[in-house]
């Protein structure tokens, strides 16, 4: 439990502490976001290649190896002192990163026999729910009274305890002692990973450079396209693919990963921007930015029962409709945020959210592979997850890049209201100016006062462009239930679950 603890807490530590990196390192905060789209990337290239690699050096061992890189990564990255640094840095933390999980849960069910893999499942899962609960509030208060360095720190304890813990109890099963791994796909690995890596620096830097006005940006997105193109080809007509992309022409992985990556987009988005909207128009510590999204978990951890009990006695299909529902719900009323609200405002539609992607994840991972066979299960879950952090991290980049844009329209459309000849600010000027004249006198005062409504004006800007944000997203998951629509029924397999 304490790799995937490690590694899901880090996905959601640093979310509250993205404008104090951006300050400390002299960054804008849409640059900052770098720090986890990085992650996400690497953390997906890995994905499909950790099972081969497993083989190759042993599961424990490969196992230790990822926790070492981790940690390791994690401490650079509290030292980075600058922003390349530390995306350098989380690069090699989410190549470490991507194999802790489903290592992990491989050798749990391994390790115990049949009778006790629910009561040992139930263990490895309240580590998984506690630490998106436990990881915003946390890293909040480390920012706040330390600083955003230590929401990388804090790993190495945990990273040093689970290599003496694995070290001291893990054994590999005699099955993979004795295996060979077959030859890895390496000409496929390294087209996906240029595919990705370079869509991803266009998804990041693209605003800053205005896009396809840029020479490298056109440059970089033909080289993304070229090898994705070139990837799907070698991997159609290669023997031994590192990504079998032939279970795409089932129905229901289709839809499923489809789903799965519009799940990513929605759920890291939101989680990116509720703590950037509370520390930049809200002024809200780090702390209290992590307690107001922290609730999501709680969300969660209620409903996890309730969806264990209904699967199996209910349509998996209207379990994932009633899930986007309620991440729609959830989204909308984010949409309703002022400069006036509190923090309860901001976490009951939390709460509301974590229930609904309580009832996403088990049956859409469940519907997408309940109609594969059991040799295609394996590399089909690589795809699925690994179709979840590209679609978070080209989430983030894509509502940052949104968010800029839209606060610059509507900022041209508000200041077009701004003149002497408008009726409201004729009223309104004499009034703020006269509140600075007493301190500034005549003439500063009109300035200041000028400078205050100017201010103003970017507050409300931007404030609509985070509206406009959480409605797209809400969209998004509106889609998302008509899509659901599109899957198989799938019957509950027979035997005793796991």
Known sequence: MLPTFMEVLDTTIVTVAVPHIAGSLSTSNDE????????????AIVLPASGWLALYFGRKRFLMACIVLFTIASALSGAAYSLGMLVASRVFQGAGGGALQPLSQAILLESFPPRKRGMAMAAFALGVVVAPIAGPTLGGWLTDNYSWRWAFYINIPIGALAIIMIR????????????????????????????????????????????????????FSAASAISMVSFIVWELRSKEPIVRLRVFRNRNFAVGTLLITLVGVALYSAITLIPLFLQTLMGYPA?????????????????????????????FRKLIAVGFFLVAAS??????????????????????????????????????????????????????????????????????????????????????????????YQFRFPGIRDYFTTALGPVDSARKAQLFIYRSLLTQSQLLAFVQGFRFLALVCLFCIAAALLFKKVKPRGGKPA
């Open 331 to 424: 989204l909308w009323f984010f949409s309703g945020i002022n400069l006036q609200m509190s923090i309860w405002d901001i976490a009951w539609p939390s709460v509301l959210q974590g229930v609904g992607l309580a009832m996403l994840f088990v049956p859409l991972s469940t519907v997408a592979m309940g109609t594969l066979e059991q040799k295609e299960i394996g590399n089909a879950s690589g795809v699925f997850n690994l179709m979840r952090n590209v679609g978070g991290s080209a989430g983030i980049s894509l509502l940052i890049t949104y968010l800029a844009r839209h606060a610059q329209k509507n900022q041209m459309v508000q200041v077009s209201r701004l003149t002497p000849l408008d009726l409201p």
């Open 168 to 219: 001291t109890f893990v054994e590999d099963p005699p099955y993979i002692r004795g295996r060979k791994p077959q030859k890895i796909d390496w000409t496929g690995f390294g087209l996906m990973a240029v595919a990705l890596a370079a869509l991803q620096i266009v998804l990041d830097k693209g605003q800053r450079d205005n896009w396809f006005e840029a020479s490298w940006i056109r440059w």
């Open 32 to 43: 900052a976001t770098w720090v986890l789209t990085s992650y996400l990337v690497s953390n």
């Open 287 to 315: 702390l209290n930015s992590g307690l107001a999204v922290s609730p999501r978990g709680m969300g969660a951890l209620m409903t996890m029962p309730v969806v264990g009990y209904l699967t199996g006695r209910v349509d």
